[in-house]
């Protein structure tokens, strides 16, 4: 059975700092791309940033700078290290992760940056 479960979200000031982790369980971890979406309120779930399984990131362009993805083979772990939030990164983040077709969903953790 697969399973990614995300912890570290929370309340935090703007400006403020989270690293939100996702550990998988059910899948060969390493052959498998990771991501973060996130969805707020009223709008849809939009991709934050990926990481293939050689390590190569992309990230949207409004965390560009601030957020840095990474991951842990040795641990099934995907790190979302988020700085410098902004009340505009308020949302529920999903782990996901991707391989051929392949294509797996975690629960969600909810992010709240207060002014």
């Known amino acids: 059975q697969v399973q990614l479960v995300e912890s570290g979200g929370g309340l935090v000031q703007a400006g403020g700092s989270l690293r939100l982790s996702c550990a998988a369980s059910g899948i060969i971890f390493r052959i498998f791309s990771m991501g973060w979406y996130r969805q707020a309120p009223e709008k849809q779930r939009e991709l934050v940033a990926t990481i293939t399984s050689g390590g190569g990131t992309n990230y949207a362009d409004s965390v560009k700078g601030r957020f840095t993805i990474s991951r842990d083979n040795a641990k099934n772990t995907v790190y979302l290290q988020m700085n410098s939030l902004k009340r505009e990164d308020t949302a529920v983040y999903y782990c996901?992760?991707?391989?051929?077709?392949?294509?797996?969903w975690g629960q969600g953790t909810q992010v709240t940056v207060s002014s």
């Open positions: 996901r992760s991707t391989y051929l077709r392949y294509d797996y």
